[in-house]
Each structure stands twice: as C-alpha cells, then as structure tokens.
C-alpha cells in the first residue's frame, strides 16, 4: 500500500513568489492534515480536511494560506506571496479515523 | 506555558540501554497519546498510541501514560543502533478535528 506522498521534497523561492505544495494521502483515508514545522520549534497544526470540506483551519497563519482538497482526494497547500517566516518543512498526514496519523515525508520550503 | 513540554535532548546511550523519553502536558482535555519516531529528512511514523491512562507495550516498547501527573513516557529496551532518531510525543482530544499537538521532540543517538 502507497503511503502519504508529498510533491515537491524540496522547493527554494524568492520572497514574493507563489508556491504550491501537493499532497496525496493514502487511497480511501478521508482525513487529511496540514502540519507545519519551522527551525527550531515544534510541529504545528495547520489544517483538517474531512472528505472535501475544511473541518478546522485554525492553524492557518493568515490569508496567504489556501488550501484545497480535490474531491476529497489530493490536497494542495498555495502559499501567496511567500514570505520569509513560511520557511520550514510542512507535512501531509492522512488517517482513516482520526486517531492514527499517518505522515508522508514533508515538503522543505525555503523561502529567499 | 506551552500545551506539551518535552526535553529535545541530544541524548545519547550504548546499545542495549534502556532509554527512557518523556513529555508532560497541561491541557486536561487530552486523551489520545502518540509517539512518533522520525529519521532524519523523513516523515513522522508512528510507532504507539494510548488511550486515556495505562501502559502499551509493543515489542521493545513500552508507553506509560499518567493522567493524574500530565506526564507520558516511552521506554526502550535493548536499545539497537537502527532506534537513533527524533521521538516526538503527540497528543489529541477527543472529538472536533482531534488535531494533533505535538512535543519539540528527542534527538536520541544509540552508539554501537
């Protein structure tokens, strides 16, 4: 069974730009979480997704976050424009209930 | 105060120590207790969860939860070159989006 992928592994932007990061959770999970970690602090909740609909996105930074989930299949995360704080590796997690989380291998954005 | 408080370490040990990794937390509302192990430029895997209070034990590992103190632990034993990595505590409540906060994490070095 193919776990949590994340598209890109690494991504480098200049401040100002756009990005957006992919995430496809494991086949028939309908949970899907955005996480966010940045140097030297803990892993912090941004987002639920439960099917298709935002269940909880009070982690979300501010406005230049949006996240999407496609008929509750792949989620993108569309920082715009990124600035320097949103650098920090941000995870995809997907689970079947919302108990066990299960984490693809994050996205490291650096932002320049 | 943050919600989860836990030591980031480094800490190091011979093979074949017992290791002993703990988080405490202040939010009362938390049920569900995780530790995830992480390899560097990897994704979180979890490795146990726990219920509300109680001892887990899987293999060489055990969790302890202890509602009454807000303090958690996980102990391995026979420790093996192949367990050095990060060990982050993760904690839930029940109900809602059930978003996982989580600790800054262990960095745990095993040397042969």
């Known amino acids: 069974e193919a776990g949590v992928t994340q598209f890109p592994s690494h991504s480098v932007i200049e401040k100002g730009q756009t990005v957006t990061l992919r995430c496809d959770p494991i086949?028939?999970?309908?949970?899907l979480y955005w996480y966010r970690r940045v140097m030297g602090k803990e892993i912090k909740f941004l987002l639920h997704?439960?099917?298709?609909?935002?269940?909880?996105e009070s982690g979300m930074p501010n406005n230049r976050f949006l996240a999407e989930r496609t008929g509750g299949t792949y989620s993108t995360l569309k920082v715009q424009p990124a600035e320097l704080e949103d650098s920090g590796v941000y995870f995809c997690?997907?689970?079947?209930?919302?108990?066990?989380?299960?984490f693809g291998q994050g996205t490291r954005l650096t932002v320049v | 105060q943050k919600e989860v408080e836990q030591d980031p370490g480094p800490l190091s040990v011979p093979e074949g120590a017992i290791v002993s990794l703990n988080c405490t937390y202040s939010?009362?509302?938390?049920?569900?207790f995780m530790w995830y192990r992480q390899y560097s430029r990897k994704g979180p895997e979890l490795l146990m969860y726990?219920?509300?209070?109680g001892n887990k034990e899987d293999g060489r590992f055990t969790a302890q939860v202890d509602k009454s103190s807000k303090y958690i632990s996980l102990f391995i034993r026979d420790s093996q070159p192949s367990d050095s990595a990060t060990y982050l505590c993760?904690?839930?409540?029940?109900?809602?989006?059930?978003?996982?906060?989580f600790g800054k994490g262990t960095k745990l070095t095993v040397n042969p």
């Open positions: 939010n009362s509302a938390f049920q569900y």
């Open positions: 086949s028939g999970h309908d949970n």
């Open positions: 726990t219920y509300s209070s």
């Open positions: 993760a904690m839930h409540t029940q109900g809602g989006s059930e978003k996982l906060v």
């Open positions: 997690a997907s689970s079947p209930t919302t108990t066990e989380a299960f």
């Open positions: 997704f439960v099917k298709e609909s935002k269940q909880d």
